[in-house]
């Protein structure tokens, strides 16, 4: 069963704006992960951030995690064509078992 | 580090009919995953290997669907017989260590499978 539900489950922005999803859960977690997965491919490990943590940061990529809400969000900056793609967010079901969320799917307009 | 490899890329067949998947993680991940990935959908867990021992196969329809990983290493996916239901990616991903949730997976580029 799904963990992680996105939302939105669709959104579309001109390129240089900033895209916001969140991702929101049922039961605690001890971390959570998000990817992207563009069309055709595999999924691609972005950020994983412990539930001790707040914020975390890699390149245009802002994550929070508010634990007292269950719920995360993605932050992309500056956007660009190749940010084009679908963003799921992965919540843990117990030390070993990833569940993941049916994903936001982000277009970005030249 | 070369990523982890699927085959065949690509696979239509008709319902009833068998098929295989495989897939060869990067070198060294302990833990193996098989996900089903339905249009429009996340990925779904199939399957988890930890070496060659299964971690958790609670969603895998094991009237038709079966999975091994040789040795701990390659591992194969099968479905027989084939339900129209089964159309979807089925993606393969590894990871270094043992808790899922405290490693990175690393995917495959998928198997997509369409039956007919």
């Known amino acids: 069963s799904q963990q992680g539900e996105e939302d939105p489950q669709a959104l579309s922005i001109q390129e240089g704006e900033n895209a916001t999803m969140n991702c929101s859960y049922k039961?605690?977690?001890?971390?959570l992960q998000w990817y992207r997965q563009n069309s055709g491919r595999g999924l691609v490990h972005l950020i994983l951030?412990?539930?001790?943590?707040r914020e975390k940061h890699s390149g245009r990529l802002r994550v929070t995690l508010d634990t007292s809400k269950k719920s995360s969000s993605l932050l992309i900056t500056a956007s660009r064509a190749a940010d084009t793609a679908s963003y799921f967010c992965?919540?843990?079901?117990?030390?070993?078992?990833?569940?993941f969320g049916a994903g936001t799917t982000v277009t970005v307009r030249a | 580090e070369a990523g982890v490899a699927q085959s065949p890329r690509y696979k239509i067949i008709e319902k009833r009919q068998s098929v295989a998947f495989w897939c060869n993680p990067i070198?060294?991940?302990?833990?193996l995953y098989w996900y089903q990935q339905i249009l429009g959908q996340g990925p779904k867990l199939l399957i988890q290997?930890?070496?060659?021992?299964?971690?958790?196969d609670s969603q895998l329809p094991k009237d038709r669907f079966s999975a091994e990983r040789l040795k701990g290493v390659d591992s194969t996916l099968k479905i027989q017989p084939a339900k129209l239901e089964d159309s979807a990616v089925y993606l393969c991903?590894?990871?270094?260590?043992?808790?899922?949730?405290?490693?990175?997976?690393?995917f495959g580029s998928g198997t997509q499978l369409s039956v007919l």
């Open positions: 290997f930890q070496n060659n021992g299964v971690v958790d």
């Open positions: 070198s060294g991940h302990a833990t």
């Open positions: 951030i412990r539930s001790n943590e």
């Open positions: 992965a919540t843990d079901r117990d030390d070993y078992k990833l569940s």
């Open positions: 991903a590894s990871s270094k260590g043992v808790r899922a949730t405290n490693e990175k997976l690393f």
């Open positions: 039961t605690s977690i001890n971390n």
